[in-house]
């Protein structure tokens, strides 16, 4: 009896170490073809170049809405579909102007300036002003009415620098243009004008989303860019009386129809079961969207692109989802969670890639204990691929909303160290995206699909 | 005495704790400076936009020994000095000459090639011949004189992209570069082109050293694009009797002299300690050499600077080197490390810079396993800053020859993908290098000759 429960247990590890050699040799395949004949670069190319900037109800979304599809049908996904989704209408109009006006050392002088998304314009009349300079909402309370009122509102607090992940350092800063305008219309302000969120000194600026608060007056913001805004933080310095003109063109009109694209392999076992893999098909009107986020939808096409070419075929279901509307509004995202609830599917994971096309460091979860623990008994077989960071908490922006649902949420997490050189910017272009960089981020989303389907998050 | 023992033990742990947290504080001092106004980019945009290729012997590469004393000394060094050392001179004169003759299929095609550094020119008449395509020294073997006299070597093998690490694919090819032409030779060969040592297909040939043996008729070696090299190869697939014109004007000229360039801080507590930071200040002819290797220089200098501007006084001495003549002939580094000896100077360890200026990912060693252990025990406080390899074996070219006198030599290993790139090309230039990611490096080993200052490598 000894001897059978021995030899059983022997049989029994060696079928775990078999079992692991597979999962080792099948992921060597996955990025094997991923950096010998992928195709995730030339859909960028295409994505980024003849279609270029996306923003939710342009001409460039509709047309990304049809490229996708027509990609994933001519690679014989088995099924290929949209999920129609009603989308914010935000447009920029005219580009937008930016002078300081009559300072005393240097006269008039012309700044870059863009519209923040969401935000309404000033009209050919534009608005002129007087400058305060604040730091954060803190020293605007303290300011107050009393020294706000009719004035322009300038937020300067720069991404700090010293964050190694510059995420971090983004957070740290994004409210000004989250919420800057909404604060300094509650003191009376006349616009917002906000410090761009970048890494580096820069020449242009760089957009983004904004909210309006509930009862208060709707004023303009702006970003400045970085060089420009410190240029004004110079001027202010010695001229307290400092004004400020900004002419911008923007509007928010009606909602218009657009879509979630969704591209499915069948699972041959369980194909109630169901794995997404995605990114956002939106980008901001002055970005060809190349990092943000073209780069996470074609990786994600890309991960069921070579599981056909390796001839894997997968025991639940995988999908590529190109959500719609990430940028200004997040609708696409939530109208996909909606959907599943309605549909009763099941999802038991999603990966999102939305941190740009740069070289693999790991993935961020948003799971159970019991999930974490399972993915980071995976790390020995993903660390050879540089994938060896899976401390850090968050999904994706999109996939969020599946988390009530009680589905694991992961994010790709490559090197964050130029992803602001170029967020939201004009600068956000193909050039900008490294081939084997974004290569191995498509691998490496394939690996985790690949384990997940494998082995199950149980 | 249990209790004395105990309050004695208690105390010691607690010194051994305060200690590692000063050092975690310091290293985040380190970074802290490195990255809010660091100034390796500003110097790094003078060398290669100003001074620009740097050659050994050429006129740039004296300019760059000038500028680093110049740099040093302002940044006010306790020692800035020369070492004089006798270069070799390598000159590629006017631009070269490749066609493809009378093809077939597409008449005479123009294909973009450069001489390889140390190759003989093939004069104003040029060589023309038929091509014989090899992936290998066996291949060519194989073939033999019978089948090689009197022709073009074409070798043809890519740098594998199944590597993860690009470094592992340059060495699987790199030899090819680096003996070809001596190889092709013994077989009556004629000249030898080389497919470049790139990681994609592009349009620009990368240079690069190679060598002649002793007893074998020196022939040109050139390389060739990776888009023209693949151009040849699809055509001579249908055309065995391919020809192709070369016209190159290099020269090995006299041998001259020029230096490296030292700065040292003295140390205060065991100034006889020294501890090098070093990268190569010569670069190819073609290239501005931004990543190969002004990053390894001025992330050294950067070294010494923060270390002045957070106020740490090293207990050892520590060493800015600039080595001239890394790219072809190491005539630098072996006199850094003669001098080393004649002057018995006790060098504890030496870390170098020549992988580019990208996110940095950890060092490698070339050292006694009783060092590397102590080194991994570093590890938890160079975690955060993203340097969690170091588990290769290896140093740097220019420190090699100090390995013999027992000193530690550890590799600054920073992301690898987007290195071949640019290597070697016209391509190296300024605008490839990332602000933060090169500011990053230069703090990794500022940390890293910190702790090997404070701990010592015993």
């Known amino acids: 009896m000894k001897k059978l429960l021995f030899a059983s247990l022997v049989s029994l590890i060696s079928l775990l170490a078999v079992g692991q050699n597979?999962?080792?040799?099948?992921?060597?395949?996955?990025?094997?073809?991923?950096?010998?004949?992928?195709?995730?670069?030339?859909?960028?190319?295409?994505?980024?170049?003849?279609?270029?900037?996306?923003?939710?109800?342009?001409?460039?979304?509709?047309?990304?809405?049809?490229?996708?599809?027509?990609?994933?049908?001519?690679?014989?996904?088995?099924?290929?579909?949209?999920?129609?989704?009603?989308?914010?209408?935000?447009?920029?109009?005219?580009?937008?102007?930016?002078?300081?006006?009559?300072?005393?050392?240097?006269?008039?002088?012309?700044?870059?300036?863009?519209?923040?998304?969401?935000?309404?314009?000033?009209?050919?009349?534009?608005?002129?002003?007087?400058?305060?300079?604040?730091?954060?909402?803190?020293?605007?309370?303290?300011?107050?009415?009393?020294?706000?009122?009719?004035?322009?509102?300038?937020?300067?607090?720069?991404?700090?620098?010293?964050?190694?992940?510059?995420?971090?350092?983004?957070?740290?800063?994004?409210?000004?243009?989250?919420s800057g305008a909404a604060e300094a219309a509650k003191y009376g302000a006349v616009a917002a004008v906000v410090r761009s969120m970048g890494s580096n000194i820069e020449e242009y600026p760089h957009t983004g989303g904004m909210r309006y608060a509930d009862g208060v007056t709707k004023i303009p913001g702006v970003a400045i860019s970085t060089a420009h805004g410190d240029l004004l933080s110079s001027l202010l310095k010695e001229d307290k009386e400092l004004r400020l003109y900004i002419e911008t063109h923007s509007q928010i009109l009606e909602d218009v129809p657009s879509f979630n694209v969704v591209g499915e392999l069948r699972g041959t076992e369980n194909p109630e079961d169901i794995i997404v893999v995605g990114g956002h098909l939106d980008s901001w009107d002055l970005a060809q969207g190349a990092h943000d986020d073209g780069a996470g939808c074609v990786q994600s096409i890309e991960v069921l692109r070579i599981f056909k070419e390796i001839g894997y075929k997968p025991k639940r279901s995988i999908r590529a989802v190109m959500f719609m509307n990430e940028e200004n509004?997040?609708?696409?995202?939530?109208?996909?969670?909606e959907l599943a609830k309605v549909n009763k599917e099941k999802h038991i994971g999603a990966i999102e890639s939305d941190r740009g096309g740069f070289t693999p460091r790991?993935?961020?979860?948003?799971?159970?204990?019991?999930?974490?623990?399972?993915?980071?008994?995976?790390?020995?077989?993903?660390?050879?691929?540089?994938?060896?960071?899976?401390?850090?908490?968050?999904?994706?922006?999109?996939?969020?909303?599946?988390?009530?649902?009680?589905?694991?949420?992961?994010?790709?997490?490559?090197?964050?160290?130029?992803?602001?050189?170029?967020?939201?910017?004009?600068?956000?272009?193909?050039?900008?995206?490294?081939?084997?960089?974004?290569?191995?981020?498509?691998?490496?989303?394939?690996?985790?699909?690949?384990?997940?389907?494998?082995?199950?998050?149980?």
């Not at 509004?329 to 969670?337: I, M, P, Q, S």
């Not at 980071?376 to 077989?381: F, H, L, N, T, V």
């Open 329 to 337: 509004g997040l609708r696409g995202g939530t109208k996909y969670a």
């Open 22 to 178: 597979n999962e080792e040799a099948q992921i060597k395949k996955i990025f094997d073809a991923a950096l010998s004949h992928g195709q995730s670069y030339e859909m960028l190319e295409h994505l980024t170049t003849q279609i270029g900037p996306r923003l939710s109800g342009s001409p460039g979304a509709a047309a990304a809405v049809e490229w996708s599809r027509e990609v994933m049908t001519a690679y014989g996904f088995d099924s290929v579909w949209l999920q129609p989704v009603m989308v914010p209408h935000w447009v920029r109009g005219k580009k937008e102007v930016g002078r300081i006006v009559n300072s005393k050392k240097q006269g008039n002088i012309d700044v870059n300036i863009c519209a923040l998304g969401g935000s309404i314009g000033t009209g050919n009349g534009g608005i002129s002003a007087q400058i305060v300079e604040v730091k954060n909402f803190e020293e605007l309370k303290q300011l107050g009415t009393k020294n706000v009122q009719g004035k322009i509102v300038y937020f300067s607090r720069p991404m700090d620098p010293t964050h190694i992940d510059t995420f971090d350092a983004y957070s740290g800063a994004s409210n000004q243009r989250g």
């Open 362 to 458: 790991g993935f961020t979860m948003s799971a159970t204990d019991k999930v974490k623990k399972k993915v980071r008994g995976w790390a020995p077989m993903l660390a050879p691929y540089g994938l060896t960071d899976f401390s850090k908490d968050g999904g994706g922006a999109d996939i969020g909303p599946l988390g009530p649902q009680g589905v694991a949420l992961f994010g790709f997490l490559p090197d964050s160290q130029r992803y602001f050189n170029y967020h939201h910017t004009e600068e956000d272009t193909f050039d900008k995206v490294d081939k084997r960089e974004l290569e191995l981020g498509a691998a490496s989303m394939a690996a985790l699909t690949y384990l997940i389907d494998q082995d199950g998050l149980k």
